[in-house]
């Protein structure tokens, strides 16, 4: 059930794609340590 639109699930993949590179972008502005490991946690830096 619910409201859903036409090309939805593409949607959906991008938003979770670009989550990554939006963590970075404020842990680039914020400064702080977390963030940063955050980051690269989930962009798979260092693995």
Do not use: C, T
């Not at 090309?7 to 914020?30: G, P, Q, T, W």
């Amino acid at each position: 059930g619910g409201i859903y639109w036409p090309r939805m699930k593409e949607h959906i993949i991008e938003l979770d794609a670009a989550y990554a590179v939006a963590i970075a972008e404020f842990a680039i502005v914020s400064g702080v340590e977390e963030y940063e490991q955050m980051a690269k946690e989930a962009l798979g830096v260092g693995r």
